[in-house]
């Protein structure tokens, strides 16, 4: 008998579906080019510079407030026309002459707003698209060939030796590491103030608590703002802690999450546990079951995390999914879905959860011991 044709038990695409695919599959390998165009803008101030120009701005007042030589605006042009087909930036290229402006996600751009929810992401975007970055996304087909130690060390330990967010990481690029710890801490505090309002039961009835790795306090502020009541306390690393800030309200202590957390009626965990692997997930939620009273004395944990869901929407699930490689690639840590969570809760002696609610890519969970 003769083989079966390769294509036998597959549908032959249509015309108008490979004329298609092929559009598509330029868009997925050239996404990078949005993110290198993202980033040039960020380096170039672009943002920052139609802000103060103010709305719909023109090609050539960009330029000029740039300081970019005149040759250079039809490739200023092309750049623009990408990033607000993109939506990074708002565009009117039916008016008589073409213009641009600021939306929200080129709003977390700009530089110098004082507002209590903004939070500059300029390190964010520098640090994603950095060359060692990307580097090591470049490496993932080599190091999925090799047999690697459990718990496995990441594409990017793998490729320069030293592992992020790790105090060797400076070894490394001394840069780097500065850029990817403000990228990290700009990350960190993004919506802080809209999860407080959002979920304002979240914190009500709470004495004391505990934000754990809680950087500069920004979070902990917040909370303090809007519930004058609560005893703050922000647990951090030495080093970082000897730059908090004095005489705002917060107790600062500098400490190890994985071997004592201050006691507190509540434990905060803002975008901490997707850095580390399942098993480090467990010892340090082993402390914060430590750290509090029992459920019927208000003792819980709070956690705002990613939990992976496609019901958030494409382009939402999309973005967590990024997120998850991002962690695959650079750490050992991962994104969760509500399963993985549940199963992470039990191992730490946890008897129940909640998701109080999702806001954006994230969701807030009470932890319950």
């Not at 032959?12 to 695919?21: M, R, Y």
């Not at 943002?47 to 103010?54: E, N, Q, R, S, V």
């Not at 040759?71 to 213009?99: C, H, Q, W, Y």
């Amino acid at each position: 008998m003769a083989a079966a044709s390769k294509t036998s038990a597959v549908p032959i695409p249509t015309d108008a579906e490979l004329l298609q695919a092929q559009a598509d599959l330029w868009r997925h390998s050239l996404y990078y080019l949005t993110s290198m165009a993202l980033k040039c803008a960020v380096e170039l101030h672009i943002p920052t510079a139609i802000h103060d120009l103010g709305e719909n701005t023109s090609l050539p007042d960009l330029l000029s407030k740039l300081n970019l030589p005149d040759a250079k605006l039809p490739f200023l042009r092309r750049i623009m026309r990408l990033l607000a087909t993109s939506g990074i930036f708002a565009s009117d290229n039916n008016a008589e002459v073409e213009t641009y402006r600021l939306n929200p996600l080129s709003w977390l751009l700009v530089e110098g707003i004082e507002a209590e929810d903004h939070t500059y992401q300029k390190f964010f975007v520098l640090s994603t698209n950095s060359r060692h970055y990307v580097e090591a996304a470049l490496s993932l087909a080599d190091w999925f060939k090799k047999d690697l130690p459990v718990p496995t060390p990441s594409p990017f330990e793998v490729l320069h030796g030293v592992p992020l967010l790790d105090e060797n990481t400076s070894l490394l690029d001394e840069e780097l590491d500065q850029i990817v710890e403000q990228g990290v801490a700009a990350h960190d505090n993004l919506a802080a103030g809209t999860i407080i309002r959002e979920c304002h039961d979240l914190f009500k009835g709470v004495q004391s608590l505990t934000d754990c790795c809680g950087g500069d306090g920004k979070t902990a502020r917040a909370i303090l703002k809007a519930f004058p009541d609560i005893k703050c306390t922000v647990l951090d690393l030495p080093k970082v802690i000897a730059n908090a800030p004095d005489n705002d309200g917060v107790n600062y202590v500098a400490g190890d999450m994985f071997k004592y957390i201050p006691p507190a009626q509540a434990v905060l965990l803002k975008v901490v546990l997707h850095l580390w692997n399942d098993e480090d997930c467990v010892k340090v939620l082993q402390q914060c079951r430590k750290a509090i009273p029992s459920r019927e004395k208000g003792g819980k944990v709070i956690i705002i995390e990613i939990v992976l869901s496609p019901s958030m929407g494409p382009i939402m699930y999309e973005s967590q999914l990024l997120m998850d490689m991002l962690m695959m690639v650079n750490i050992r840590g991962r994104q969760r879905d509500e399963n993985d969570w549940s199963e992470i809760f039990k191992k730490a002696g946890f008897t129940d959860y909640k998701v109080i609610k999702k806001i954006g890519a994230r969701a807030v969970i009470e932890v319950y011991p």
